[in-house]
């Protein structure tokens, strides 16, 4: 069992910036992060909201920068899942994959998970086909590749995927969702294929690499063959390690923090995120040592 000053679930930009601010005050906060740095981030095609990007920057390549400075800090990041968050005796206990921490604080930056596609039966042949993010399909080339959605989600993975590979965008309702400009570079596109108000009937295994997609589309019923299929049909808060009840009224337990994607709705966006962070890191800063900081 180790102790530990602040816990931070998640190393996104929300739990990366919430680190380095609280260096800075002289804590020694461990991340505990599940997959990789950078989080949700790490599929962005081209941020180009995040203020000191007057060309706009990559999500990879932004994550990259967030990974060095946080280095530079000496930020500790443990790749180890939080199973669970309890509360024992005014400490927080963390079940990770390694062991259990104790820790007096904790901000939970855990972002939010893809909501999975339940409408219709994913046969198990080929799962290994079926995506809900597009980071590990950074190397895929030359591929046919079916977005489902109409949000902002699915016209980036779209935009992103159409560099090395065709796209079919499947969106059940007439209406596009996502911002016009995205709308219009997919529309652009000629790599890139909208297809709206296709409800899919059938999801089957066609060749061993490729799967039959079948619809109703405005014409009728239509099918379509493709290497491998990504949802974008929308995500939410990643709070699956706490308690029941957390959820509601965690925000009101003593030293407990959210911020992040994890607690900010529809305002999903990376600098809101950081600001969420460096937010928490002043407001522990504050509580601990009220005059330090005046
Ligand atoms: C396709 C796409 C394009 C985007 N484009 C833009 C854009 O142009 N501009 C913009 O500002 N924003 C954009 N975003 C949004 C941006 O990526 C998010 O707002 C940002 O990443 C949120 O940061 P976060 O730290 O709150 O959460 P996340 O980035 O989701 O990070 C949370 C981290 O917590 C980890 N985690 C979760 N649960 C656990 C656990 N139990 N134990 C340990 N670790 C855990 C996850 O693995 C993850 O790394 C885009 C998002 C997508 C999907």
Same mark, same amino acid.
């Given at each position: 069992?180790?102790?530990?000053?602040?816990?931070?679930? &998640?190393? /996104?930009?929300?739990?990366?910036?919430?680190?380095?601010?609280?260096?800075?005050?002289?804590?020694?906060?461990?991340?505990?992060?599940?997959? *990789?740095?950078? &989080?949700?981030?790490?599929?962005?095609?081209?941020? $180009?909201?995040?203020?000191?990007?007057?060309?706009?920057?990559?999500?990879?390549?932004?994550?990259?920068?967030?990974?060095?400075?946080?280095?530079?800090?000496?930020?500790?990041?443990?790749?180890?899942?939080?199973?669970?968050?309890? *509360?024992?005796?005014?400490?927080?206990?963390?079940?990770?994959?390694?062991?259990?921490?104790?820790?007096?604080?904790?901000?939970?930056?855990?972002?939010?998970?893809?909501?999975?596609?339940?409408?219709?039966?994913?046969?198990?042949?080929?799962?290994?086909?079926?995506?809900? $993010?597009?980071?590990?399909?950074?190397?895929?080339?030359?591929?046919?590749?079916?977005?489902?959605?109409? /949000?902002?989600?699915?016209?980036?993975?779209?935009?992103?995927?159409? *560099?090395?590979?065709?796209?079919?965008?499947?969106?059940?309702?007439?209406?596009?969702?996502?911002?016009?400009?995205?709308? $219009?570079?997919?529309?652009?596109?000629?790599?890139?294929?909208?297809?709206?108000?296709?409800?899919?009937?059938?999801?089957?295994?066609?060749?061993?690499?490729?799967? $039959?997609?079948?619809?109703?589309?405005?014409?009728?019923?239509?099918?379509?063959?493709?290497?491998?299929?990504?949802?974008?049909?929308?995500?939410?808060?990643?709070?699956?390690?706490?308690?029941?009840?957390?959820?509601?009224?965690?925000?009101?337990?003593?030293?407990?923090?959210?911020? /992040?994607?994890?607690?900010? /709705?529809?305002?999903?966006?990376?600098?809101?995120?950081?600001?969420?962070?460096?937010?928490?890191?002043?407001?522990?800063?504050?509580?601990? *040592?009220?005059?330090?900081?005046?």
């Amino acid at each position: 069992m180790s102790d530990v000053d602040v816990a931070i679930i &998640g190393a /996104g930009p929300s739990g990366i910036a919430a680190a380095i601010q609280l260096k800075r005050y002289g804590f020694e906060p461990i991340v505990f992060e599940a997959k *990789r740095v950078g &989080g949700l981030l790490n599929n962005a095609h081209l941020v $180009e909201n995040y203020p000191g990007f007057p060309d706009g920057i990559n999500g990879a390549e932004l994550v990259k920068l967030f990974a060095r400075q946080g280095q530079n800090q000496s930020i500790k990041i443990r790749f180890e899942p939080v199973y669970s968050l309890t *509360r024992h005796d005014r400490k927080f206990i963390l079940e990770t994959s390694a062991g259990t921490y104790h820790a007096k604080t904790v901000i939970v930056a855990s972002g939010t998970r893809p909501i999975m596609f339940t409408d219709i039966q994913i046969p198990e042949q080929i799962k290994d086909k079926v995506f809900y $993010e597009v980071f590990g399909l950074a190397g895929v080339k030359g591929k046919t590749i079916a977005v489902i959605g109409g /949000g902002d989600a699915a016209f980036d993975y779209a935009l992103n995927l159409s *560099r090395h590979n065709h796209i079919t965008i499947i969106n059940r309702s007439r209406k596009i969702r996502a911002l016009p400009f995205l709308r $219009e570079r997919a529309q652009a596109n000629p790599q890139i294929n909208i297809n709206l108000d296709c409800l899919l009937k059938r999801i089957r295994p066609h060749r061993p690499d490729s799967i $039959e997609l079948e619809y109703q589309g405005p014409q009728g019923e239509g099918r379509l063959f493709v290497n491998l299929l990504v949802f974008a049909v929308g995500r939410k808060p990643r709070l699956d390690f706490l308690p029941p009840g957390w959820e509601t009224m965690g925000k009101e337990i003593d030293n407990l923090y959210f911020c /992040g994607d994890v607690i900010n /709705g529809t305002c999903r966006q990376t600098a809101i995120a950081v600001g969420d962070g460096i937010r928490v890191a002043m407001e522990i800063c504050n509580r601990s *040592r009220p005059k330090e900081q005046e």
